[in-house]
């Protein structure tokens, strides 16, 4: 089955305590990209990556790091979490054709303390 | 820069009854993507409908229909005959076409949440 998996869905860490949120896709996709959402704001774009170790800002970068070593993965790396980083985050990835479609993972639920 | 208005925090319909969903957009491009997602509380992001802005054609899936209307920048939702199981936060997306450099980023507005009352 074609999809992007994120793990883990649910964690609740502490101030400070370095993290990583794993993304993956099985569709080779050259595109991905992290969200996060929160009430009232919608989705906002965190950082993309158009292809391997190739990756740029999104909207809101600040205290966020991504890599890609390899096509299938994309982690999001908290190196130093902040209770503003409490939000609902989401993975996606797309193939690089103009009409292409974002295909989302199922999200992580991250609380800092 | 582009930015997404989603006017309804929550709207609600009865089963079977229709319900439109409100959508604007501001943009100097010409040529991008719309869309709808749904997200149930699974929390899953599921996609609902895409309109290309070159085709005037309005959009349709089954039960879910867009009016869109470019000169006004407008997208609405238009759900018929509504379901239990249509009860979820919806969202409009805006996409700027894939070159020049453009990346596949999604601009989402706020989110309307529906609710579905038997």
């Known amino acids: 089955e074609a999809q992007v998996t994120q793990n883990p869905r649910y964690l609740i860490t502490v101030t400070g305590k370095k993290l990583t949120v794993t993304c993956s896709q099985n569709?080779?996709?050259?595109?991905m990209s992290w969200y996060r959402q929160d009430p009232g704001l919608g989705l906002r774009q965190i950082y993309y990556?158009?292809?391997?170790?190739?990756?740029d800002k999104g909207d809101v970068p600040e205290g966020y790091k991504v890599s890609r070593k390899e096509k299938r993965n994309f982690p999001l790396i908290l190196e130093s979490p902040s209770p503003n980083q409490t939000s609902l985050y989401f993975c996606?990835?797309?193939?690089?054709?103009?009409?292409?479609?974002?295909?989302f993972g199922a999200g992580s639920r991250l609380t800092v303390l | 820069a582009q930015t997404v208005t989603q006017s309804q925090p929550e709207m609600s319909v009865q089963e079977a009854e229709t319900v439109t969903l409100s959508c604007t957009y501001d943009?100097?491009?010409?040529?991008?993507?719309l869309f709808w997602y749904k997200q149930p509380p699974s929390r899953q992001m599921i996609l609902v409908i895409r309109q290309e802005a070159y085709k005037q054609q309005n959009a349709t899936e089954n039960r879910f229909s867009v009016n869109f209307q470019k000169a006004a920048k407008s997208f609405s939702l238009k759900i018929s005959d509504s379901q239990l199981g249509d009860a979820a936060m919806y969202f409009c997306a805006y996409r700027s076409p894939n070159y020049g450099g453009a990346t596949n980023k999604l601009i989402f507005g706020t989110g309307t949440l529906l609710a579905v009352q038997p």
């Open positions: 943009t100097s491009e010409s040529d991008y993507y």
């Open positions: 990556s158009m292809n391997v170790e190739v990756t």
């Open positions: 996606a990835s797309s193939s690089g054709t103009y009409a292409n479609v974002l295909t």
């Open positions: 569709m080779n996709h050259e595109y």
